[in-house]
């Protein structure tokens, strides 16, 4: 079906934008040698799994549940690779994660010497460190190495004890960031780890790399690999969540209704508080347009709303929730929007299915794909059982 007939809410992922990111993805896994890994905290849109593949090196996963998904749609038995990482491990999961991952990170010294013997042999064990190197100021909420974080070990954390039972290091310090933060970070980690880099057989750079954003320095981050490599004889991991599906998916939504309380607002049938929680958490206002055009060479053009004022119809965009707050943000448009009118939410393939909940009875948004001819396919559809199973027997 065309994209004008799919049943909102809804998102459709865009495989024309992922496979665009993914061919940035596998460029620096071919002339850098590094190894990249979907981080799936980010999107576990594992209907895709099968396209990813084709680029990249497996996935990364923050417990048993996603690693459990890495293994079973892109592990071993697709020649792919399962890492973890966790703040802490509960022990009943250790076994399972151990014989499911090739890689497995602990956060703490504690962690590492409690299930060590339940790991060693049978899993490439590593550490999480913290560089204690910022390189962001405006979201301490996303700042591994902000004051009292509890993610990573101090350089005096790595004793000669957890040092002799790792095979690698891994830092985790960015979000939405440039290749300049990157090499930054690495110099600081040269710096006062370098002694490590030259023992172990690892290092993973975590995520939070723009790598496919517009502008990104693929060809430093490139050499920078390279050069890692060569002078620390080791492999290079990254695992990037938001460079995997920046911009490749879209939330598609209905207006249910017009009112007026000073300005009008348009009430829809997507919800910030369910369907965008970061629109609330990080906060920032998405970008929403009248229409939707795959890139490529086609004539038309996407509408894009505007800034309040700067098109002659202002509304306000907001959930279908009891939630005051459930506020989208301010736009303005260049015709009139009425109950029935389509809107289309950008960048909504990340930090978005992930995320969703059923707050107020709100119905989970629908998953499409849409395929290079424009063509979409529903994968999954939701309805009262997930609303209701997850709430008691
Ligand atoms: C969140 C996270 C990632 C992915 O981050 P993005 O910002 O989505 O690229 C990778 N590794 C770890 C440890 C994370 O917590």
């Known amino acids: 079906m065309k994209l004008s007939e799919v049943k909102t809410p809804c998102y459709v992922i865009d495989e024309v934008a992922l496979i665009h990111n993914l061919e940035i993805l596998k460029k620096v896994e071919d002339e850098s040698g590094a190894h990249i890994l979907l981080a799936q905290k980010c999107f576990s849109g594992y209907d895709e799994y099968p396209l990813i593949a084709k680029y990249i090196s497996g996935t990364t996963g923050s417990g048993l549940y996603e690693a459990r998904l890495g293994y079973e749609k892109m592990g071993v038995p697709f020649g792919k690779q399962t890492h973890v990482y966790a703040p802490a491990y509960k022990s009943e999961d250790v076994p399972e994660l151990a014989r499911i991952c090739d890689h497995m990170i602990f956060n703490s010294s504690a962690q590492l010497l ?43 954390d790595l004793t000669a004890e957890v040092l002799e039972k790792i095979d690698g290091i891994h830092f985790h310090t960015m979000c939405e960031q440039r290749f300049d933060d990157l090499a930054r970070t690495v110099r600081v980690v040269e710096r006062d780890f370098g002694d490590i880099l030259r023992r172990v057989k690892w290092l993973n750079m975590g995520g939070g790399q723009h790598i496919t954003s517009e502008g990104y320095d693929v060809d430093g981050l490139i050499t920078l690999i390279k050069y890692l490599r060569e002078t620390y004889k080791i492999e290079v991991y990254l695992e990037p969540g938001e460079a995997v599906t920046i911009d490749a998916g879209i939330l598609v939504s209905e207006v249910l209704d017009v009112v007026e309380n000073r300005l009008k607002i348009l009430v829809l049938d997507a919800s910030a508080a369910c369907h965008m929680p970061d629109v609330l958490e990080v906060p920032y206002t998405p970008t929403v347009s009248e229409n939707y055009i795959q890139s490529g060479d086609s004539e038309e053009k996407i509408i894009f709303a505007g800034e309040p004022a700067e098109k002659r119809y202002t509304y306000r965009l907001a959930g279908n929730t009891c939630l005051a707050g459930d506020v989208i943000g301010d736009y303005s448009f260049d015709s009139e929007k009425k ?24 119905p989970l948004p629908s998953i499409y794909s849409m395929d290079k001819n424009g063509e979409c396919r529903i994968l999954k559809e939701f309805g009262y059982e997930d609303f209701k199973s997850r709430l008691g027997s």
């Open 114 to 156: 409690r299930h060590y013997s339940a790991v060693r042999g049978k899993t490439s064990i590593g550490v999480r460190i913290n560089p204690q190197y910022r390189t962001q100021k405006d979201h301490p909420m996303y700042d591994p190495c902000a004051a009292g974080s509890r993610l990573g070990m101090k350089r005096e």
């Open 339 to 362: 109950a029935g009118d389509r809107l289309y939410f950008h960048d909504m393939a990340i930090y978005s299915m992930v995320k969703n909940n059923t707050f107020n009875g709100i």
